[in-house]
């Protein structure tokens, strides 16, 4: 009958035309950079990523994930076993009914997709996404029948012409969709180009339940500085933009798109595949960039992103939060990709908008954003009688004091911190008007010239001096310093200030009062929790005040930005909202009378929003005013310290 | 406007008021930014002193493909040999900043080269509107945001005011690739200036307000007025009308009514 | 005017309140007058103030004993003291200002540059005069209580408006007849600068520029805009910085007229096209003089724009009033916005954040009007109205408008 030969030929024809297209994808990302990964290890650690890591992420949306595996499981053994059953005719009863146990599997995943996408939610695209699940469905289905023969079940011509016609529309649609729809750009792609994300995947240190989230620095004598055509990625990177599956998970965490400030990052990946292939994004069927039309955006390989592709406003509004990144089940590196775009549009065109200009300018000329005298860092501490590391050559704890030396709000959490240390006997010293900004701000606008040139002298000074750790009340310098500093050289082991006093705590060294005061809530600071993890720390030591925290919806790792990172106010691109209005709302949703934060840009974030709301403090504040000095074990230490 | 015009900049190399760091001059820069505004990168920058000064880079990183510069000593007085250049060179318009931000900083420099070139120079100016027929449109500058509407002829000296268009950002590649042209030329050595001693600047006492106080409850007065200008004043509890007269009468004070 | 008694409530309060910045100044004691014999004469009747409940009070202390309770039309007291008379019969060398004369008037730079020049002349051996130069309308009368011996006016179409190579003319003829031992110059933005720049590139002196300390033979001056001090041989020309010396108060000056034969008409290459009209609210914020500043408390905008109309203020904002689109971006003051320099900023409704309060680092006074007495802007304040910004602003705009439409009828 006709289905004997035609379905051999036809799968054939999908299998080829899948490895054309297959071969001219490559060829869109080989267009990209050069970047060393090991090819081999990749591909071999391929299946753990996926299996272990993607999952893990996937996971945390228990419905998605058990469909995921049964509709993926199910088709990568179906297809498998259909190449042996279908096309090479291999005659086992064994096979087929693998084959039909594996559609039966896919089938079900399908209904659970489907029903998904009968009322699907703002952040899914919807488009030839709608479409998937029918096609799954026709798939799956298709190939069941059509190997209910092959397993004894039916005659082997049952059905006739109409069935095996119908069957046939089934199958090409399936196979079309599935297979070479997976290299020709269909919503099959994620598969495809996802698992070669994985293997090729640009920090492999995420794996194994790693962590990798500084930046990587610029070689300054390229011929270009930054990325300004899509051809300018790591090739990995492009591949990387391919795999996106628009679940848009990235889009509902991103606070620049709530703030309707012209961002969507799942869009912004959307664009970068459009530039990476060519075309306009008059067919994209998700949310747009809040404000913006679609339509309009069209790119190509070799084509400036900027004049077409994506307004710099778009990149300018991202706080690189890392929301989107921690939540992307294709583990799609969001912040580099926009930073990449910035270094160019900072190092090569000189546009960073309102006052970055001012700030880069000032970074370079004073080494501080806003252009103070550099030597009147210890201005705020002339009544503390600190240890100054030119003086002392060598201390346990160098305590990097930040910009925050110039700031008077920010001054008193320093203080407090200093009241900390000095009630618990710590060793510590500073750099005084050695220390010079960490170069965080500098990196996130896309300077990157100007912060090597701050980190380079940054660590020629600390090269000098002898100290266990650093530990600083910063977020931004601790990840700097402990994640960026390396690539240049400088290595420390660098500590937030909420994890030293819980140390501190621990070791019985801090005697502390219980807090007396209403609800208490606490905001994670996104270079504190997402970039480095550290979410039980501040925790911790909010419990032993006696604090009973309030927990806001959006908190840990999903922990909504406060719109201070990443230069963000310095660029000021208008939205709706504010980002630091939002969150308040989430902490008067649980009905916070004081928010605990830990770093001082959350602190200036959260205070400016208009009174009344609540008190915000950071945690050494709260740690400090709960001190009770004197206590015998504080006592003890001090004399200890004195002593050895 | 006309492209074809013969537009040079004049830098120097800047200092910053905090830090003493070297940077592109404030003004300087701004004349590099009216200057390209109206010629495009067809602006030429000239520079007198040494080419090694990475700190010119400031100015190219505007984008500029070059930037030339006189190689002079830090000795020699930069105004002969830029005048000498421009004497040779011919020019329409020469645009320079008020006032250099380090060594003497004496604002002579575009007096000079106007002098010696015999052109007309026109001072502080916020904006040059348009150069049509020989003739060009200036706005000058004047004390709290005034204007003043300026007709000169080709060719002009004109030294840039802070109230001209803030200079664009400078950008770090383009400014590491443009050319610094070197061109040896004659040094005219500063032999006065070698006389001058330069010292980080003193506190000038703030003059205290003479009283001459005939009684004891005016001297008085005159002591502890100082002491109250700190806490600032604090009108409460009085109606209206007394609190707008006593702001009102601030403003007169201050002289912003007019 | 009449002689009418008038009682004015105002002056009355202010008598009163000792502690009043205009205390002063409303109460300059008339009391005493020098009769024709130059013998001090108490007018019993001068002395103290009509009080609120209509009682004569008389203050002891001698600070409020003005005859401010009754304002008399044209009674004013003669001037006190006669100072002496410092007479330059025919003067062995001159000591040359040109001074800036704003509006008409010598300003306190002017004084002070004529201080410098006695004390010049004093340094020198001889009969030294200081001749002033002044261009353009005059209303001064002072310049011999200033120290000007020798007064040179010139005055004519010529020297209107922005007139720079006409009057470098008229300054090399005056080099020309009076060999000036001593050039001296503010070193303002009020023109001295200009001339002295202008003179010196002329003469091909070498001058020294913001001098602040200046004798016969050293002058100390800044340098590298002004973060350095240069010590220097005092060249013969000076542009000198503001309170380069004490102004003249000790004696009076002639203040002779002098003139000049001819001055040759200059080639006029610089047009002036007069002044542009700026709208005080087209003033890039950064540039204004005076700010008036709306914040959260504001409900009226109406009336906001109304009071910054009539007051002839520069609209500045904070940051919540921008975001919610009462006032557009580029009035926003603050760490996002702009930082201003105002002589007096009035921040009505704004709480003082602190990314507001960087942008208004630089400004000279600050007042407020808040309803809250404790909020970081009245902290920062020169002058704080306790208040609802509504009610005070409307008398505001009413003490403007009487204010203009007594300057009308006065220039009437
Ligand atoms: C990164 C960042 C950058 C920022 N940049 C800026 C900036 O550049 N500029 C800026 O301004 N802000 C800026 N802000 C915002 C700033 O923190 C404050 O939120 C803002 O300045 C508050 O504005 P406001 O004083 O008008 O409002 P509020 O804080 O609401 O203050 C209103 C004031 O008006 C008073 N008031 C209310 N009603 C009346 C009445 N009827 N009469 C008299 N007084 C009344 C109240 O007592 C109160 O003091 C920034 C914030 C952040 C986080
Ligand atoms: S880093 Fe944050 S702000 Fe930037 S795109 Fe991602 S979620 Fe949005
Ligand atoms: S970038 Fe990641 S999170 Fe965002 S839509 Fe694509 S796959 Fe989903």
Known sequence: ????????????????????????????????????????????????????????????????????????????????????????????????????????????????????????????????????????????????????????????????????????????????????????????????????????????????????????????????????????????????????????KCEAMCPAFAAGQPLNPKKLIQDMVIGLAGGSDAKFAGSPYPGVELGHAVGGPGQTITEGLVNPDTLWSCTTCRACVEECPMMIEHVDAIVDMRRFLTMEKGNTPNKGAEVLENLIATDNPNGFDPGGRMNWAADQNLPLMSDVKEADVLFWVSDGAFDMRSQRILRAFVKVLKAAGVDFAVLGDEERDSGDVARRLGDD??????????????????????????????????????????????????????????????????????????????????????????????KALGIELAEMERSGFRSRCCGGGGGAPITDIPGEHRIADMRMEDARAVGAELVAVGCQQCTAMLEGVVEPRPQIKDIAELVSEALIEGAPAARAAVAEEVLS | ?????????????????????????????????????????????????????????????????????????????????????????????????????????????????????????????????SIENGEAQILQALPRGQRRAIQVRLPFVASVDMA??????????????????????????????????????????????????????????????????????IIKD????????????????????? | ???????????????????????????????????????????????????????????RSGGSNAAAGGRRGAAKSAQAVELPLHVVEAPDFYVVTVLDLVGGRLGSHDKDVLGQAHKLVNGLEGNGAVLAVVFGECKEEGFGLAGVDRLLHLEGSEYEGYSPEQRLAALVEVERRFTPRYWLFPDSINGGNELGCRLAARLGERPATQAWQVDTQQTLCRGAGGSSDITRATPRLLLLAEECAEPVDERRHEALAVELDSIAPSLVRIRDCGQ???????????????????????????????????????????????????????????????????????????????????GIGQCDKVVAINLDAGCDMVKRADLSVIGDSQAVLAHLIELAREYRHGAAENAA
């Not at chain 1, 939610?121 to 069941?144: D, I, N, Q, T, V």
């Not at chain 2, 109606?239 to 009468?249: G, L, V």
């Not at chain 3, 502690?19 to 009747?45: D, Q």
């Open chain 1, 1 to 248: 009958m006709i289905l004997d030969w035609l379905l051999p030929v036809l799968i054939s024809a999908a299998l080829v035309l899948a490895l054309a297209g297959a071969i001219k994808r490559v060829n869109l990302w080989r267009a990209g950079q050069p970047d060393s990964v090991n090819l081999i290890a990749g591909l071999m650690a391929m299946p753990r990523r996926y299996l272990v890591d993607l999952h893990h992420v996937v996971e945390r949306d228990k419905y998605m994930s058990n469909t995921h595996v049964a509709t993926a499981g199910g088709f990568v053994l179906s297809m498998l076993l259909i190449v042996l059953v279908h096309l090479f005719g291999l005659e086992s009863r064994w096979l087929a009914w693998a084959l039909l146990a594996s559609s039966v599997l896919m089938f079900t995943g399908a209904v659970f997709v489907f029903r998904r996408r009968l009322n699907p939610p703002s952040r899914l695209s919807k488009g030839p996404w709608m479409r998937l699940p029918k096609s799954l469905l026709m798939f799956s289905a298709s190939f069941f029948i059509l190997t209910l023969p092959a397993a004894g079940i039916l005659p082997e011509d049952f059905g006739g012409w109409v069935l095996a016609l119908i069957l046939l529309v089934g199958v090409a649609w399936g196979l079309s969709e599935l297979v070479f729809g997976m290299t020709w750009g269909g919503p099959m792609k994620h598969a495809f180009a996802g698992a070669l994300h994985l293997a090729f995947h640009r920090r492999p240190e995420r794996f194994n339940g790693g962590r990798s989230t500084g930046l990587k620095p610029v070689d300054l004598q390229a011929r270009v500085l930054g990325v300004e055509k899509p051809t300018d990625f790591k090739w990995n990177q492009l591949l990387g933009f391919d795999a996106c599956v628009q679940c848009g």
């Open chain 1, 449 to 542: 010239a100007t912060f090597q040139s701050l980190a380079k002298r940054n660590i020629a000074v600390l090269n000098k001096y002898r100290f266990k750790r650093i530990v600083t009340t910063d977020p931004h310098a601790f990840h700097v310093l402990k994640n960026e500093y390396g690539d240049l050289g400088g290595h420390y082991e660098v500590l937030h200030h909420t994890t030293f006093i819980n140390e501190l705590v621990q070791l019985g060294r801090l005697q502390l009062d219980t807090f007396k005061g209403g609800t208490v809530t606490y905001h994670d600071p996104c270079y504190l929790g997402r970039y480095n993890g550290e979410y039980d720390s501040p925790r911790d030591l909010l």
């Open chain 2, 1 to 129: 406007m006309t492209s074809d015009l013969n537009i040079v900049a004049l830098v120097s190399i800047g200092q910053h008021p905090k830090s003493g760091r070297a940077r592109r001059a404030e003004q300087d820069a701004r004349a590099v930014e009216l200057g390209m505004r109206l010629a495009g990168d067809n602006v030429q920058v000239l520079h007198a002193g040494d080419a090694a000064e990475e700190t010119l880079r400031q100015y190219a990183g505007m984008g500029l493909k070059s930037l030339r510069v006189l190689q002079q000593s830090p000795q020699a007085d930069a105004v002969v040999a830029l005048g000498d250049y421009l004497a040779e060179h011919r020019a329409d318009v020469v645009l320079t900043g008020v006032r250099a931000e380090s060594g003497e900083s004496s604002g002579m420099a575009p007096y000079l080269l106007a002098e010696k070139l015999g052109w007309p120079l026109v001072t502080r100016i916020a904006d040059i509107v």
């Open chain 2, 164 to 233: 001209a268009q803030v200079a664009r950002q400078s950008a770090f590649g383009p400014g590491r690739r443009a050319e610094l042209e070197s061109l040896p030329w004659v040094e005219t050595p500063d032999s006065e200036r070698a006389q001058f001693k330069e010292a980080p600047a003193r506190k000038r006492p703030k003059r205290l307000k003479k009283v001459k106080a005939t009684t004891a409850a005016e001297r008085f007065k005159a002591a502890t007025a100082k002491s109250q200008g700190t806490g600032g004043r």
């Open chain 2, 238 to 258: 009085q109606p209206p009308t007394e609190q707008a007269q006593a702001i009102f009468d601030l403003l007169l004070e201050e002289g912003v009514l007019r």
């Open chain 3, 1 to 59: 005017m009449s002689d009418l008694i008038r009682r004015d409530p105002r002056a009355e309060w202010i008598a009163r309140n000792r502690l009043h910045p205009l205390h002063a100044a409303m109460t300059a004691p008339a009391g005493e007058v020098r009769g024709p014999s130059g013998l001090l004469r108490k007018n019993p009747h001068g002395v103290g103030f009509i009080g609120p409940n209509g009682i004569k009070r008389i203050d």
């Open chain 3, 276 to 358: 542009v009209a700026v709208d005080p609210n087209a003033i890039p914020l950064a540039e204004a003089e005076f700010i008036l500043s709306a914040g959260n408390g504001i409900r009226d905008w109406d009336q906001f724009h109304q009071a910054a109309e009539l007051l002839g203020a520069t609209e500045g904002a904070s940051r919540v009033v921008v975001d919610d689109g009462f006032m557009p971006r580029p009035r926003q003051v603050g760490a996002s916005g702009t930082w201003v320099t105002a002589r007096v900023y009035l921040a009505v409704g704004i709480s003082g954040a602190i990314q507001h309060m960087q």
